[in-house]
C-alpha cells in the first residue's frame, strides 16, 4: 500500500538549527525589481508566477479555543491572456442563502474543502480583505468591493474571485486577508503547490501547549526549510509555551493534472489539519480524535444521523410498511436481502451526493421525498435488514472523486460515503443502493471504489479491503471467409462484472446498436450486423450473452493470389490507453480489466496458408497483467485466441513505462496479419 | 380590512386547488404522447398583459409530467431584475395517479444571485424550487406572476424541448388598444384568434398533443426545429429609453440611441491614438493597428448591468480599467476609429459555433448575444474580445449570419461573411521513413488557414510549450510514438498556422514473417462516421465546408519490394463532398496524395444514407495498405 506511505508528522520534530530565510513581503510595498521582472527561470514558459504566499496561524485560548488565519498573496503576472482568474481565487464557505459580500460570515480556503467539518454554530469573521493590481510602471489600483465577485462550487462553498483591473504584461496582483474562527475543526488544508509555480511559499504556525492537530504533509516534495522553535504566549499575566512552526517551500513546480487518477487534490505539497485534542489549563481534555473507538461510539451511539436512523424503528416506520409485506414469501436471507436492495434501489432516488450521515433525523422523512443522498439510501437498506435480523456493518470509505484516506487517522472528515457489509447465508456481500438500476446486487457504485474501507462496529472495527469485480468481456466467434474477401459469421459475447453494467446501461439508452457493435464498427465502418440477441438482459446479477450475426465486407486486402487480414476483429486495446511518455502521477485503475477473443475463421477452398502471426505470452511483474496470443491451424480453419488481462489496480509513475510497453506491445500485436495464398496448379 | 379580504381573495383558490388531482394521473396521457418521451408538458399556458409601453403583467401555470430521473424540468427558476418583480409563486407535487404528495412551502424558495459561470459582475437574480421527488413518474404543479417596470422584449412562447411531448399548451398576449404587435411562428402551423373589446386586444393561440421531437446529429441547429411563437412590440419602453421592434431601422436606432454618447476618449489616448496612427498610410493599416492596440491592452471581461446588458460602459471606464465586455470594448474601438475620422458600425449578432440562432430580415426579434465591429469602408470586421484573432477574421464564433448594424441612421440588416470553403484549409506534407523492423521516422509539416487553423492558434496561444510537449498525443493522433520535436505558430496578419513535428513510431508497419503491412493514411485518417439511425426526420445540415490536402512520401528499406498495392487512384464524387486519391511508386519511395473537401450543404432527410456512405467510404479508402515483402538475400 504504497499510497497510504505519507510522511506523518506528530510534533515529533526535530528542532533545526536552520536560520530561517527572512522574507519581508508587506501588503503594498512592491519591490521595483519585482515588477521589471520579465521571466521566472526556472519555469521560463509560466503565464504566471505565485512570488510569495504566505500564511500565519494563531490560536487564542478565549471562546474554548479559536484561530486567526493571516494570509498574503502575491502573484506576478507575464502573460494576462493565459492566465486563468481561478489562480487568484479565495474558496468560501458561506452560510445559504446569504449575500457573501455583505456578510462577514465566510470561511477561505483553497483546494479540497471538507464540508462536513462545518457545522451551522460556526462563526466566521473574514476581516481586513484588500486586493490591489500593480501595473508595471507602479501604477496601482485598489481593488473594490464591485471588482469582487463569487462562484458557486458546491453546496455551501463559494469561491470569492476577484475581477482585475488594468491587468498588464507584467502587473503583481496581491491580496491579503485577516480570518477569525470559532471552531478549531474547521482549520483547512494548507497548500504550497498550485497550477501555476511558485516562488516562495511558507506557512508559520503557533502550536499552543494545550492543542493537538495530526499534520499530514501531501505531495511528494519535501520542505526546503522547515524549523521549529519554543516560544511563549502572554496575555495580561496568562500564558503558556507554543511551538512556533515553520514551513518554507521555494521554486516549486505548477501542479498538472493527469489522466487515470482519482482526483488532483490528493497530489499538491500541502499540510492537512485533523483536530485532535484540545486540553486548556484547568479544563477537562476534549478529545476530537483520539481513538477508532470514540469515532465508533460516536456513529453508534451518539449521533442522531448514523445507526439510529436504523436502530429506531419510528425511524423507518412508512420503509418498513411499503417494504415488508414484499418479503413475506422470501425464505433466504439472500431473497429478503436482494429484494431489500431492489425495492430502495429502484423506488428511491439518489440525490448525487455522498455522504456518511443521513440528511434527516428519521428515515421517514427522507422516504416522504423518495430522495436521499448516498447515507440516507444505504442506511434504509440497514433498517429493513436490522428488522429482518440479518447481520451487516456499515463501511466508511472516501470516493475516488474525494481522494485518499488515513488509516492511521480516526477521523470523520477523511470519509464520505457509506455502503454495507452483509452476512446472507454465510456469504459476504457488499451492498451499495445508490439508484443505479443496472448494478447488481453485491456490486459496489463505480466512484466507491476505492480500494479500502472501514469498518463501523464496536470493539471490532477496522480497515478492509474492497474486492471490486472484474470487468470481462469476452468475445467468440465463428467466421467463413469467402473467396471475395468477406467474413461473415456468428459473434456471441459474454460481458460481466462492470462492462455489463455499462452494456446494460448502453443497451437502454440506444436500441440501435449495442457496445459491442459500435466497437466492431469502428474497426470496420461498412459491416453489417443483424439486431443481437440478448440472454439475461433484465437479469443484472448473471453475465450477459448477446449474439448476432454480421458480415465484414473488407475485412481483407487481397492482391493478386494472396490474401491478408487480421485476425482479431475485436478489442478495446488497438490503441494503447496510455499514450503519454511520461507520467508525474500513478495510474489508479478502478477494477481489474479482462478481454478475451476467441475467433475461428474457416479459410475459402483453394487457398492455403502463407504466414501466420507468432505466439506470445507477456506478463507484467508480480501477475499485474498478462497477454496472450495464439493461432492455430486445424484442417482448413484458424483458431485465435487472445486474453488481455490487468489485475494490479495501482502502479507507481517509475511503473508507468512498463505499463505502457505492455500496452504497445498488444496493440501492436492485434495489427498482425495472416497471409493467405491461392493453390495454383504449379503449388500441386 | 378591506385590503385583508383583498389578500384572501388573491391567495385563496392557490391553497384550496391544491388536493388531490385525479386529471393528472399518468394514465390519461396518450400513448402516443409518452413514445420517446421524457417530460410530458400537461398544460402550459401563460398569459401576458401590456398595460403600457413599460408596464405588463405575466401570469404563467404549467403542469409538468417527470417520467425519468434525467428528465429535466426537477425545478422551478424564475430570473428577475431591477426591472421585473415576482409577486407570487405557489407549486404543488403528485404522484403518478394525481394524489397530491406535498404543497411546496414558503421555506423553500430560494433566492440566488443569477451567476452565469462567466460574467464577473450581473444584477440579475433568481428564484429557485427544488421540484424533484424520488418516485417516477410524477406530476408538478406551478404557478407564478411577474410584474415589469421596464420592458425590453415579451416572452416568447416556446411549446417544447427535445424529448418533451405537450398535452395542452396557449399562450394570451393582451394589449391596450394603443399598443401594437408583430409576431412569427416558427416551426408549427397556429393562427392566433384575435378579439377587441374594452379597450384591449386580446390574441390568443393554442396547441395540443405535439409528440416528441428527438435531437439529430448533422442536423439544422435546436432553434430552427423545435415550435415557438417570438413578438416585436411596436413600441416598448425600458430606464427612460424608448425602442421599437417594428422594423430593423428602429429597432437599430434605439440600439444607437441606447449607446450614443458614452465615447469620450481622454486627452491622454487621443494623443496616442495619434501616435499609433502616425506611421500608417492606408485606412487599413490604421485600423490594423488600432486593433492590436486593443488587442495587446485590454482583455475581455463579461459585465452584465443595466438595461439587460444591452447598454455599454463608456469609453473612460475602459480606459481607465483596461478591461471590457464585447459591446464596452466594441465601442471603445469604434470611438478610438472615430478620433481618426474612420467610421465603424457595431454589428449586433448571436455568436456560437453552430449558428444556432438567426434573426430574419422581415421579423425584427433581436435574437443577439454578442457585438462585433464592421467598418464599411475597408470592407472590415472586428472582434474585439479576443486577443489572439488577426483583424478582419471572424471565424467559426461569427462568420456566414445575419448582423444589425447600429448606425446614426437606424439599424440596417446585413450578413458577416462566409469563407470559402478552399480557404479552410489543412494541408499536410509528410515524409515516413521506414527501417525493415517497421519502426517510422514521420516528420510531417502542415499549414493550416481559416477555421482549420483556430484549434492551433488556441493552442499555441494559451498552453506552454511543455505542456504541449506532455500532452502532445492528445494533440495528434497516431499510434503510440516518440516525440523528437515539434515547431508550433500562428500568424498575428492572416488566420493562418504552421505546425510541423517530427516523432519515431516503433510499430508503424506490423510484420507477418517476411512481410510488413504498411498503412497508408495514419496521420489523417477519416474518423467519426455518423452512427446508423433507424428514421431520420430532419434535413443534413454540414454547417461549414473544409479542405484536407495530404502528401505522404513513404521512403521503404532496404532490400524490400512491393508484393502488394492496393488501387492507384481512387476517387468519390458527391454533392457532399470529393475525395481523390493517387498513390505512384518510383524505386523505393511510394508516394500517396489524397484530397478531401466536404461541402457546406443541406440536405434532405433522406439523404442522411448517402451522408454516412459517403464518409463510410473515406473511411475505408483511408485505411488501405501497401504490403511489402522482404527479398531474400
Redesign the interface.
Known sequence: MTKLSYLLLLFCFYIANLSAQETEMTYGEIPAEELAMETYYP?S???AVVLGNIGKIEFSPFIFGSYTLSHYCRIKVFD???FDLKDVAIRALKP??S?WRNSQSAVVVTGRVDADRFTEMDIFDLQNLQAAVVAPDGTR?ELSE?DM????VFGKVYTQ?F??????PGSVIEYSYRLNATNLATLQNWYFQTSIPTRYSELEIKLPNWLEYAMIMQGDMEPTQKTEERVQYNYSGYGYPESKQRYIYTDVPAL?SDSYITTMDDYPAGIEFHLLRVKLPRRIVVEYMGKWDDLVNKLLKQGDRFAKLYQKKNSYRLLSAAITPLLTNAKTEREKAQIIYDYVNQ???W?NNYNVFGSDVTLNKIY?????NSADLNLMVAAILQQEQISFTPILLSTRQHGKMYPLHPTIAQFNHVILQVELDGETVLIDAT?DEFLPLGMLRMESLSKIGWRVKLKEYTWVALNPATAADIFIADFNLMENGILNGKVQSIQSGYNAVKKRRSQADSL??TLVQKRL?KQF??VKMDETTYKNLAAIDKELYSEFTCEIP?AT????D?M?FSPVVYSDFF??PF????RSYPIDVPYPIQEQSVITINLPEGYQLE???EKVLLTLPEGAGKFQYMVTQENNSIKLVSKIKLDQLYFLPEEYPRV?GF??LI??KL?????LKKITASNN | MKYFFQLLLIVLPLIASATNKPQYAVSNILPELLENAEVVIREDFTTFNVLTPATAELKARMVITRLRDDASYDDLTIGYDMHTKVNRISAAIYDKNGALVRKIGKKEIQDYSAVDGFSIYTDSRLKYIDLSYGEYPYTIEYEYEKSYKGIQSYPGWYLQGFDTSVEKSGYVLTLANSLDVKYEVFNLSVEPEIQSAGGKKVYRWSAENLPVIEAESYSPSAMNILPKVLFAPEKFTIDGYTGSMTDWESFGKFMYELNDGRGELSAAMKAEIKKLTAEATTDTEKIEVLYRYIQDNMRYVSVQLGIGGWQTFDAAYVEKNKFGDCKALTYFMRTMLEEIGITAYPALVYAGRDKERAATEDFTFPLFNHVILNVPSADYWLECTSADSPPNYLGTFTDDRPVLLVTENGGVFSQTPTIPIEDNLQKNVATITLDEKGTATVTNQSILTGTQQEYYRGLEKNQSREDIKKYFSRIVDLPSFTLKDYELSSSMDAPQAEFSYEVEIPRYGSKAGKRLFLPLNVINPMSGIPDKVKERKFPVQIKRGYVEQDEFQYILPDGTTVESMPEKTATITSDFGTYEMEISQEKNVITYRRTLKINPITAPAERYTDWRNFCKEVAKLDKMKVVLIQEKT
Open positions: 519555469d514558459t509560466a503565464a494576462p491572456s493565459a445559504d442563502n449575500d489600483i464591485a465577485f463569487e462562484e458557486k474571485m475581477a482585475l483591473p488594468n491587468l498588464q498538472k423506488n428511491m432516488e440525490d416522504k421525498r423518495r430522495k436521499g439508484g440501435m446498436e464498427a465502418p461498412d473488407v486486402q487481397s492482391m493478386g494472396v491478408y490503441e494503447n499514450k503519454l511518455e511520461q504466414e501466420l502471426p505502457k500496452f504497445d496493440a501492436a495489427k498482425e496479419q495472416i497471409v
